[in-house]
C-alpha cells in the first residue's frame, strides 16, 4: 500500500511550518509526512514526523512506523517500525490498526500471527473503517475456501460494508452471493446488491453526461490557450467518441476558444464512433437522445442504440433502460421492460 500524498500549496506548507514550529504536534506530523514525499526534504519530513511521535502524535506513529517496516521512503528498521505502528494502533489510530492486523495475517514484512492481526483487523472494522470491513471479510472468506473458520463473519463484514454504501462491497458480496448461495434467500440477496451497483451506475453516468452537456454544450468551463492538447483530445474524440474524451473537451469551449463548428463535429463524431461499433458511443448516443443532453430528443432512435449496447453485453446500457421504463423518464413506463432490462444487468454484471 502507498500512503495517500497531502497535496498542499505553498500558502498551506507556509501556514503547516509555523503552526509546526510553534509546536503543534498534528501540524508537526504533516509537515513531516508533506516533506517525506518529496525526494529532496525527505530528511527533514522524517525530523518532523519523529517529533510529533514523540510527542504523542499518533498519525505520525502510525506513518513513521509503516515507512521504517516497508522501506517505503526511509531506510527499513522493522523492529523500530512495528514498535511505532503497535504504539499508533493501541492508542487507537484506525489506520494504524488496519496495517498492523494486515502486516501480521499476511505475514509480509512483520512475522505472521493471525490471530493478532484479525484481532487489530476487527477493531478497527467495528471503529467504522469500510475498507477495513471489506479486506476483513474477504480475507475470513478465502480462510474458509480452505477449510479455515469465520465464514459467516466474513459475511457479516461484507454485508456490514455494502449498507455502508461501499461499492467494491456490494459487487464482490453480490457476486460471491450469487456464486455460492445455497438458498433462494441468498440469491435474492446477492441480486439485491448487484442491482444497487447497476442503479448507481446509471446514476453517476447520467449525472457525468448531465454534467458534460451542461460544460460542453453551454460553454460554461473556462480553458487556456493549449493548441497542441486541443488536437490531442480531437484525435481521441475522433477514435473513441466518448463522454470523458468529450468531457476533457469541454474545458477548451470557453469565451469562443473553440469555434462552434467543433461543437457540431463532435456530435457527429460521435454519431460515427456509434455507427463503427464503438460499445461507449453506441451506449452515450442512445442515453443523450432519449434524455436531451445536448441533442434533439429522439426516443426510437435512442431506444435502438441502447439496445444495440446492449446485445453487445454493455449492463450500464441494461440498466439505463431499465431505470427509464420503471420510471418514464424518456420512455414510455413499462414495469415489465423495466425488470426485464434490469434483471438482464444484474446477470450481465454477476
Known amino acids: ?181 445455497q438458498t433462494s434467500v441468498e440469491k435474492q440477496e446477492g441480486a439485491m446488491w448487484l442491482l444497487r451497483v447497476v442503479e448507481f451506475e446509471v446514476n453517476q453516468y447520467e449525472y457525468d453526461v448531465n454534467q458534460l452537456s451542461s460544460q460542453f454544450f453551454v460553454e460554461l468551463m473556462s480553458g487556456k490557450d493549449d493548441p497542441k492538447k486541443l488536437a490531442t483530445l480531437c484525435k481521441q474524440a475522433k477514435k473513441f467518441g466518448d463522454v470523458w474524451t468529450l468531457l476533457e473537451l469541454s474545458k477548451y469551449i470557453a469565451n469562443g476558444y473553440v469555434p462552434s463548428r467543433i461543437i457540431h463535429t463532435i456530435k457527429n463524431l460521435l454519431r460515427l464512433a456509434a455507427l463503427n461499433g464503438k460499445k461507449k458511443a453506441i451506449r452515450e448516443l442512445g442515453l443523450r437522445l432519449i434524455g436531451n443532453y445536448g441533442m434533439e430528443r429522439n426516443v426510437k432512435e435512442g431506444m435502438y442504440w441502447l439496445k444495440k449496447a446492449a446485445d453487445q453485453g454493455d449492463f450500464l446500457a441494461m440498466g439505463i433502460l431499465g431505470v427509464h421504463f420503471l420510471k418514464g423518464e424518456g420512455l414510455p413506463r413499462d414495469k415489465q421492460e423495466g425488470v426485464k432490462w434490469l434483471s438482464k444487468a444484474v446477470r450481465a454484471l454477476a
Open 1 to 181: 500500500m502507498v500512503i495517500e500524498l497531502l497535496k498542499l500549496n505553498n500558502h498551506e506548507m507556509e501556514k503547516l511550518s509555523m503552526a509546526a514550529r510553534s509546536g503543534d504536534v498534528w501540524a508537526m506530523g504533516h509537515l513531516g509526512y508533506s516533506l517525506l514525499m518529496d525526494n529532496v526534504y525527505w530528511e527533514e519530513g522524517e525530523r518532523w514526523l519523529r517529533r510529533s511521535a514523540q510527542a504523542g502524535g499518533k498519525e505520525a506513529m502510525g506513518w513513521l512506523g509503516y515507512c521504517l517496516i516497508t522501506g517505503y521512503k526511509l531506510p527499513m528498521n522493522m523492529a523500530e517500525g512495528e514498535y511505532w505502528l503497535r504504539k499508533a494502533a493501541e492508542l487507537g489510530d484506525i489506520w494504524a490498526m488496519d496495517q498492523l492486523g494486515s502486516l501480521l495475517v499476511y505475514g509480509k514484512w512483520l512475522r505472521k500471527k493471525t490471530f493478532e492481526g484479525e484481532y487489530w483487523l476487527k477493531k478497527a472494522a467495528r471503529a467504522g473503517s469500510v475498507s477495513t470491513m471489506i479486506k476483513l471479510g474477504k480475507y475470513l472468506l478465502h480462510s474458509a475456501e480452505k477449510g479455515g473458520r469465520g465464514k459467516g463473519e466474513g459475511e457479516k463484514w461484507l454485508r456490514e460494508a455494502a449498507k455502508h454504501g461501499s461499492h467494491e462491497a456490494m459487487i464482490f458480496f453480490g457476486r460471491y452471493l450469487l456464486k455460492n448461495a
